[in-house]
T-cell receptor, first 114, second 117 residues
Framework: SQKIEQNSEALNIQEGKTATLTCNYT??????LQWYRQDPGRGPVFLLL?????KEKRKERLKVTFDTTLKQSLFHITASQPADSATYLC?????????????FGQGTELSVKP | GAVVSQHPSRVICKSGTSVKIECRSL??????MFWYRQFPKQSLMLMAT?????????EQGVEKDKFLINHASLTLSTLTVTSAHPEDSSFYIC?????????????FGPGTRLLVL
């Protein structure tokens, strides 16, 4: 079955720097991959979706890459701000024709210090 | 954007009682809603998929008689934790798929914190 691994260690960076988070998966290549933000005690908020035929996607200060050879996605936040501090989750469809069911990584906690 | 609400946001109950959690899509119709559970510092785990007008499908290891799901309308799904025990204490999150959006789009609710004493 598909497994997802995200950096389990919290990432601490200085304001203004670029944060880079990693999501690795182990099995079949998914048709797409999603990144979410989750604040303590809240549900996930969708950030970006990247499809298997896309190498890179951008949205404002966010950039996601998708390398199906390495089975890896990188999530970048440029010019990071303390307000970006949260846990970031990657999610993949559980399989083909699974009706949109997702599996999630355990998330990486990002802390941006002023 | 599409909004999903959950009620209550947090609930404390005694062991052995039942708790109902509501998930509503506020400004769109949701043919499918998903229920997840999240323990501290862990990933969201899918519990069940709720389709309007039909029986829910449960993931392996999730007891359907303990976690009753009803999806009676296109905007409401409920999860009832029956005879709750302390090990059921968790963060329960629902998500909804918009009828008009691509299959991969889900909108998540804010979650319900359940504490069973």
């Amino acid at each position: 079955s598909q497994k997802i691994e995200q950096n389990s260690e919290a990432l601490n960076i200085q304001e203004g720097k670029t944060a880079t988070l990693t999501c690795n998966y182990t099995n079949y290549s998914p048709a797409y991959l999603q990144w979410y933000r989750q604040d303590p005690g809240r549900g996930p908020v969708f950030l970006l979706l990247i499809r298997e035929n896309e190498k890179e996607k951008r949205k404002e200060r966010l950039k996601v890459t998708f390398d199906t050879t390495l089975k890896q996605s990188l999530f970048h936040i440029t010019a990071s701000q303390p307000a970006d501090s949260a846990t970031y989750l990657c999610a993949l469809p559980r399989g083909y024709n699974q009706g949109g069911k997702l599996i999630f990584g355990q998330g990486t906690e990002l802390s941006v210090k002023p | 954007g599409a909004v999903v609400s959950q009620h209550p946001s947090r609930v404390i109950c005694k062991s052995g009682t039942s708790v109902k959690i509501e998930c509503r899509s506020l400004d769109f119709q949701a043919t499918t809603m998903f229920w997840y559970r999240q323990f501290p510092k862990q990933s969201l785990m899918l519990m069940a998929t709720s389709n309007e007008g039909s029986k829910a499908t449960y993931e392996q290891g999730v007891e359907k008689d303990k976690f009753l799901i009803n999806h009676a309308s296109l905007t409401l799904s409920t999860l009832t934790v029956t005879s709750a025990h302390p090990e059921d204490s968790s963060f329960y999150i629902c998500s909804a798929r918009n009828l008009r959006s691509p299959q991969e789009t889900q909108y998540f609710g804010p979650g319900t914190r359940l504490l069973v004493l």
